[in-house]
């Protein structure tokens, strides 16, 4: 069963960056898009970006042109690159596969304050 690890998060400043990792145990994650999705408190799980088996990448329209998600199969890691972070980013973080999703990890936090 594919299990999920996110790491990265943390307190940053608007116009900051920040890069997340989600570590991803199992054999079968090679034949899996993956997403990375965020919830805000009090709102529901989005999904942010996501990235293709053959590494192809679709953004929502809230972090394209800032975000950038990329997979390492060799070490089945999913990594999403935040840059221009602005307060509206802050949620917790989510990596998880696009369709039949697994159970969800522990997420990561981030916080973008002044």
């Known amino acids: 069963q594919v299990q999920f690890v996110e790491s990265g998060g943390g307190l940053v400043q608007p116009g900051e960056s920040l890069r997340l990792s989600c570590a991803a145990s199992g054999s079968i994650f090679n034949a899996y898009d993956m997403g990375w999705y965020r919830q805000a408190p009090g709102k529901q799980r989005d999904l942010v970006a996501s990235i293709t088996r053959r590494s192809a990448p679709i953004y929502a329209d809230s972090v394209k042109g800032r975000f950038t998600i990329s997979r390492d199969n060799a070490k089945r890691t999913v990594y999403l690159q935040m840059n221009s972070l602005t307060p509206e980013d802050t949620a917790v973080y989510y990596c998880?596969?696009?369709?039949?999703?697994?159970?969800w990890g522990q997420g990561t936090q981030v916080t973008v304050s002044s």
């Open positions: 998880n596969t696009v369709l039949y999703q697994r159970p």
